[in-house]
């Protein structure tokens, strides 16, 4: 009888600590499936924006949408108001990010020249001994063809840039 009371605690130690590490790796997994989910929202609402970046509407509408999948994570994860503002802050950021991206978009046929081999100036390379090549010269331009006129946008002053698209 003894026997059997101490094999039942012991028994009943181990199954409800295997109960509980079961419980914290549901928990973790839970946490990391809600952050991966959150992030991919995210990442639809950046490219929904970044699609709809000439309708100021539609992108009111985004930004709306971003900001309340921000507080609904951020309330179900016990955010304090300074965290949930600095994350509005970000998204607001990659969001406006890719709407200028959008804007003033790169040729798709300009491809950056291949990386040199950078030397302090005035050094030389030898090609197996034949002639040599300076590295003093700078990085070739390319060709007139694929640059693009340069539109100046005043980052510092994003209030005036966002009031455009309200």
């Known amino acids: 009888m003894l026997q059997q009371k101490a094999f039942d605690e012991a028994s009943t130690r181990r199954v409800e600590a295997d109960l509980d590490g079961m419980a914290r790796y549901a928990a973790a997994q839970t946490k990391a499936w809600e952050w991966n989910t959150h992030t991919a929202v995210m990442a639809d609402i950046v490219n929904e924006a970044e699609a709809n970046?000439?309708?100021?509407?539609?992108?009111?509408?985004?930004?709306?949408?971003?900001?309340?999948?921000?507080?609904?994570?951020?309330?179900?994860?016990?955010?304090?108001?300074d965290v949930f503002r600095y994350q509005l802050g970000q998204n607001n950021d990659?969001?406006?990010?890719?709407?200028?991206?959008?804007?003033?978009?790169?040729?798709?046929?300009?491809?950056?020249?291949?990386?040199?081999?950078?030397?302090?100036?005035?050094?030389?390379?030898?090609?197996?001994?034949?002639?040599?090549?300076?590295?003093?010269?700078?990085?070739?331009?390319?060709?007139?063809?694929?640059?693009?006129?340069?539109?100046r946008i005043n980052f510092g002053d994003m209030a005036s840039f966002r009031r455009l698209w309200m």
């Open 94 to 151: 990659k969001l406006w990010s890719a709407v200028i991206k959008r804007q003033a978009p790169i040729p798709a046929a300009y491809s950056p020249p291949p990386r040199q081999a950078v030397l302090p100036r005035g050094k030389r390379v030898h090609d197996g001994g034949k002639t040599p090549v300076s590295t003093t010269t700078s990085m070739p331009i390319p060709p007139l063809a694929f640059q693009m006129p340069v539109t």
């Open 53 to 81: 970046y000439n309708n100021p509407q539609r992108l009111q509408n985004v930004r709306d949408r971003m900001d309340a999948e921000t507080a609904d994570y951020g309330s179900k994860h016990g955010w304090s108001g």
